[in-house]
């Protein structure tokens, strides 16, 4: 008989080991998988994981890495400190797109205008539009005790409609030849997030990504809110005697959650993508939600569970075009990875027990 | 603008097919939560079921052969799932979301040979000089026996929930484990079976799609209806008529913009297709005075010694 | 020493990218950036088949690679630039999406050629390229106007963009011209891929009396819907949807890419590579009609393959005045045909057809 015991304090040990054995488990079956499909398992393998880091085009992935992890970092920070406390904001991909919306539409509106003084105004609009869209379902929650997971959802399928709207018209480009989409913003030195540094792939949603952790780092380590959110998440009933009020911290939660899935689409409209175009949004704030657990909901954690993810997408891409696998088979393999961090994370907090149980 | 264009009774008929995928689904999904299972991963069991019920239907020539494969498809995915929420004590969000992604590539994988095959026909169900009556023939009795069993599905899940002791402990365990683990009810048990019955609804909707509303097989062509029918168990209130009454309302406002558009009235599209997701948040606030409707351990992971 | 790494590596792989282009390695290798999966049976799908078609052409002298489900944006961007990496001459790249991301890469990779479908940017090694498709749709139109009887033609619009409103212009102007009587319903269904919301634009249009689709979707959704409504016909979309032939689809448009990307492969291995707009229509083969069914009336199915001759030879144009805009102002005079840039930007109904274009 295996029963689990639950363990007094979370292994150390094990949540170091539990991620490699999980992606050690994960190569194993993924590269059946792959035999299966008739490739060679072993060069697929070494073309996801080893290829964007050390292959002969590295100098190129690594800031890739960088430009791909950024936004689901940035997301994830946020969405960590929530699921601590036990509030639940799905939402981050309509926050995303409205964060999105606002700093472009920001920046659109000063067109042609240059300034030094419009890119941090989108900045803020960003930061601002996501914030926003994420109250709702905060207010709703502490006024009306409805539930965010499904309000939140619900507003990402609003913002999608919302961003075809405004790709197919307020926001288009003028001078598009009546293609949907803006104007790219690449192309207006005011509102460009450019690179900083060229070919470093370092441009301020990367910046803002590793401020980010540090911010949740510190705040979760050492100040009195993030006692607080951690409280409130292990025993709910020992945080409203502590003192905790509950209110604010959803408010806080869903805000600042909001607020920088806003900020994270609004770097990458004003960067990376360059412009509001109907398939805008690529699930960023979906993959951020698997990447904050990846992560262990640690800040830490979730800088390299970003990171993980952002190497299965390019690996991915690289696989499918040097070795022809289907972006499905990528899929599958990133499916299982997820599926192994998941379950394998089991022995940080229980251990195994063989024999019978005691009578209690 | 001709709204004399519209044919009510057509358009009722419509939405009847339209909504009953989301009627499968969303049934399967509100027994799971009603266990305490949130399972995010509905499109992805929808998915699977599509492709094993389409593929076995082309294999076999049999329709019905291919809505059983479906079924056995979503429950065996939904299977995964389980395992890491209820053994590995996995969190239900994250599982749910990592069963989609790879639902999706999944079902791509098998479905490969079947792109541009069509589908062996389901025939309507033969109701003899019923059809023949007129407004109700067309809407009651011109369909397929598949939406017939969803019907019927409802009716049963209402009935078992309400009036039967499976139903009460099923309730008891998600409304609180630790109390339903205390009177002696194996939890762990009991809500596996109730996401293998989810996944089976799934995998029966999405087949519904791929070999009757559509009926082809495309790669991800359930095209988001499992977050749909996520957001119609909400609607319902965990309460199963409601949820018909909700699934309706989704499939009718489709079929109604595309009327409206068809008889050329000037809508605005994106925000006639908001309204749904927009009034399922105004039902959401509005049901929330009745705390009773959310099953109290939705999302909260049991294990027997915490 | 991390940073010496780097540069190293960054030497290295110059090195070796330096050495692709040169002509020192045997094979010319073509790449294929796809917005969708190869499996959507329709834009993708059809693309696919050019590239399988480029391969076979040239077997041993050239390799195709391709990438699929790639999101327009930073995605795209760095997969192209994986490509030219890794080697390649040249890159399709199959979505309008795709336009500003080409634009940025290619002028990081001077030696390799681009070719970006349906966009308008070009550079010294960016071409783009595209189809005539409605010169497909004047074919159908024609047909259309012929077949119904209920006078009503029911169109299924994916978003309302200048490709889509052009082929609905050019199929109703053609219907209109051989039944004056005919009405255009159109659906947009404001999504490039929903099987389940195509067929049930397709069996709304029914419902309301159309007994003509037109699709402007991929998928094969409103052909079945039009089979088990019974008297209803279709025309195939980007692929030939043959399995609904003989009814209810009686002929299609089918996009073959095929001859474009093995003439622009065999320019790039001879050396004659150079950068232009190529919108071609039926007559370079890149619109095919597919065959028109038994289910059409012979005199029709003759009159149907006269106006695809005389469109193919270029000696009509299927935007040819006098035609009127909605708003009763002068589109084309007597004899004028609209040009090009007119046609690619055209965001206005013809005179005759109701309702607005949403924005």
């Known amino acids: 008989m295996i029963r689990l015991e639950k363990r007094p304090q979370p292994s150390q040990a094990f949540s170091w080991a539990t991620p490699l054995l999980a992606v050690l488990a994960t190569m194993f079956f993924g590269g059946l998988l792959f035999a299966a499909l008739g490739k060679d398992p072993v060069s697929s393998i070494i073309t996801i994981f080893w290829e964007p880091l050390f292959g002969s085009n590295a100098f190129y992935y690594r800031p890739q890495l960088l430009i791909k992890g950024a936004p689901l970092v940035l997301i994830a920070i946020g969405l960590s400190l929530g699921f601590k406390a036990g509030i639940w904001n799905i939402g981050a991909e309509g926050q995303y797109i409205i964060g999105a919306i606002f700093g472009a539409a920001v920046g659109l509106a000063f067109y042609p205008a240059q300034s030094v003084f419009i890119f941090p105004l989108m900045i803020l609009a960003g930061a601002l539009g996501g914030w926003l869209w994420a109250m709702i379902p905060a207010v709703l929650k502490v006024k009306f005790g409805t539930n965010e997971i499904l309000v939140s959802l619900m507003l990402v399928y609003v913002a999608e409609q919302f961003l075809a709207s405004m790709a197919l018209g307020v926001l288009k480009n003028p001078e598009g030849f009546g293609f949907p989409g803006s104007r790219n913003l690449q192309q207006y030195a005011s509102a460009h997030n450019g690179e900083l540094i060229a070919g470093s792939g370092m441009h301020w949603g990367v910046v803002a990504a590793f401020i980010a952790v540090i911010f949740a780092y510190v705040l979760l380590a050492r100040h009195r809110l993030g006692f607080a959110i951690r409280v409130t998440g292990e025993a709910p009933r020992a945080a409203k005697f502590s003192g905790v009020n509950p209110t604010r911290l959803v408010l806080f939660c869903m805000g600042t959650s909001g607020l920088l899935a806003g900020l994270a689409g609004m770097f990458e409209v004003a960067g990376p993508a360059g412009q509001i175009t109907i398939d805008f949004n690529v699930g960023y704030g979906f993959t951020a939600i698997i990447v904050a657990f990846l992560g262990r909901l640690h800040p830490i954690g979730i800088l390299l569970a970003g990171g993980l993810m952002a190497l299965t997408y390019i690996g991915g891409d690289i696989a499918q075009s040097q070795l022809g696998l289907p972006a499905a088979a990528i899929q599958v393999f990133q499916g299982m990875l997820l599926f192994f961090l998941l379950a394998f994370d089991l022995f940080t907090n229980y251990r195994l027990r063989f024999g019978h149980r005691e009578v209690a | ?306 | ?359």
């Open chain 2, 1 to 306: 603008m001709d709204l004399s264009s519209i044919n009510p009774v057509l358009f009722v008929a419509g939405f009847l097919v339209a909504a009953t995928p989301l009627i499968f689904a969303a049934l399967g999904e509100l027994v799971a939560e009603k266990s305490g299972v949130l399972n995010l991963g509905v499109e992805g069991m929808m998915i699977i079921g599509a492709i094993c019920g389409f593929a076995t239907a082309v294999e076999t020539g049999s329709p019905l052969l291919g809505f059983a494969a479906a079924a056995v498809g979503g429950a065996a995915l939904s299977l995964l799932f389980a395992f890491l929420t209820q053994i590995t004590l996995a969190n239900q969000v994250a599982s749910g979301l990592a069963l989609t992604l790879f639902g999706l590539g999944f079902s791509a994988l098998l479905g490969q040979s079947y792109v541009g095959v069509k589908p062996p026909r389901l025939a309507e169900v033969n109701f003899g000089p019923l059809h023949d009556i007129p407004v109700l023939g067309p809407i009651l009795f011109s369909h397929d026996i598949v939406l017939y069993f969803g019907f019927a599905l409802v009716v049963v899940v209402w009935a078992v929930l309400k009036y039967t002791r499976a139903g009460l402990i099923l309730r008891a365990v998600g409304e609180s484990h630790d109390a339903a683990h205390a009177l002696g009810f194996r939890v762990v048990r009991i809500r596996t079976l109730a996401i293998m019955f989810g996944g089976a609804c799934a995998g029966l909707g999405g087949a519904y799609i791929s070999l009757i509303r559509v009926p082809q097989w495309t790669e991800g062509m359930t095209a988001g209806v499992g977050w749909i029918a996520l957001a119609l168990v909400v609607f319902a209130s965990w309460k199963p008529w409601r949820l018909l009454l909700g699934a309706y309302l989704f499939g009718g406002i489709t079929q109604l913009q595309l009327n409206l558009q068809g008889a050329g009235v000037a809508i605005p599209v994106e925000y006639l297709a908001m309204s749904p997701y927009i009034i399922t948040i105004l039902v959401l606030v509005v049901l929330s005075a009745d705390k009773s409707a959310a099953p109290a351990s939705l999302g909260r992971t049991f294990h027997a010694s915490s």
């Open chain 3, 1 to 359: 020493m991390k940073l010496s790494t780097l540069l190293a590596s960054a030497a290295l792989a110059l090195g070796l990218a330096g050495g692709a282009y040169a002509d020192a390695h045997g094979k010319t290798k073509v790449g294929f950036v796809f917005v969708g999966p190869v499996g959507d049976g329709g834009w993708t799908y059809e693309h696919n088949q050019g590239r399988l078609a480029v391969e076979k052409e040239f077997g041993d002298k050239v390799e195709t690679v391709f990438v699929e489900s790639v999101a327009e944006g930073p995605d795209s961007e760095r997969v192209m630039t994986q490509m030219a990496l890794d080697g390649a001459d040249l890159i399709f790249t199959t979505s309008f999406g795709y336009m500003d991301p080409t634009i940025n890469i290619a002028a990081k990779f001077p030696d390799v050629k681009f070719e970006h479908a349906t966009g308008y940017k070009r550079a010294d090694n960016v071409s783009t390229y595209s189809a005539r498709f409605y010169e497909g749709r004047a074919i159908q139109g024609h047909i259309a106007g012929k077949m119904t009887k209920s006078n009503v033609i029911g169109y299924i619009g994916s978003f309302p963009i200048p490709e889509v409103i052009r082929g609905i212009n050019s199929a109703y102007i053609h219907a209109k011209k051989v039944n004056p009587d005919v009405e255009f319903k159109i659906v947009w269904a404001y999504t490039w891929f929903d099987p389940a919301k195509e067929a049930d634009a397709a069996k709304v249009l029914i419902e309301q009396g159309a007994d003509v689709i037109l699709q402007h979707t991929d998928s094969t959704a409103p052909q079945a819907a039009a089979q088990e409504a019974g008297n209803v016909i279709t025309f195939g979309q980007a692929s030939d949807m043959a399995q609904y032939a003989p009814m209810p689809r009686v002929s299609s448009i089918i996009d073959n890419w095929a001859p474009y990307y093995i003439a622009r492969t065999k320019a790039v291995m001879d050396g004659t590579w150079t950068s232009t707009d190529t919108w071609d229509g039926i007559g370079a083969g890149m619109v095919g009609i597919g065959e028109i069914t038994d289910a059409v009336p012979a005199e029709v199915k003759e009159e149907a393959l006269a106006l695809k001759a005389s469109i193919a030879d270029g000696s009509y144009h299927p935007f040819t005045g006098p035609l009127k805009k909605q708003d009763g102002s002068d589109f084309l005079a007597e004899g004028e045909t609209a040009d090009d840039g007119t046609l690619a930007g055209m965001n206005f109904y013809v005179e005759g057809i109701t309702g607005d274009i949403p924005n």
